[in-house]
């Protein structure tokens, strides 16, 4: 199971989960307000949040649509050094 989103699907997500929530919240207040019962808000966000995190989390197909191209490898000469640009550097000796 793939689990990188690209970064079309994590703005997606992104716009999915804060939508999810805001509905939630603003429908929890109303209904919280007509009743007189802070719980029900309270209830109704939180069902918005788990909606959202299902909706979300998991790396559905829909967030993978635009996959990153990566540039290819350059293979190493072997005419080049295999060390590291510091380790060819010569060492400072403390006295």
């Known amino acids: ?7 079309k699907g994590q703005k997606l997500a992104e716009q999915i ?3 999810i929530i805001l509905i939630s919240a603003v429908i929890g207040f109303v209904y919280g307000l007509i009743i007189e019962q802070f719980g029900w808000t309270v209830y109704i966000v939180l069902v918005g949040f788990a909606v959202s995190c299902v909706l979300t989390l998991p790396p559905w197909p ?4 635009n996959p990153l191209s990566w540039q290819p490898v350059i293979p190493e000469t072997s005419g080049e050094s295999s060390q590291k640009p510091q380790e060819t550097l010569k060492k400072k000796k403390h006295k």
């Not at 199971?1 to 970064?7: I, N, R, V």
């Open 1 to 7: 199971m793939p689990t990188k989103l690209d970064y």
């Open 17 to 19: 989960f804060q939508g």
């Open 62 to 65: 829909m967030y993978r649509k």
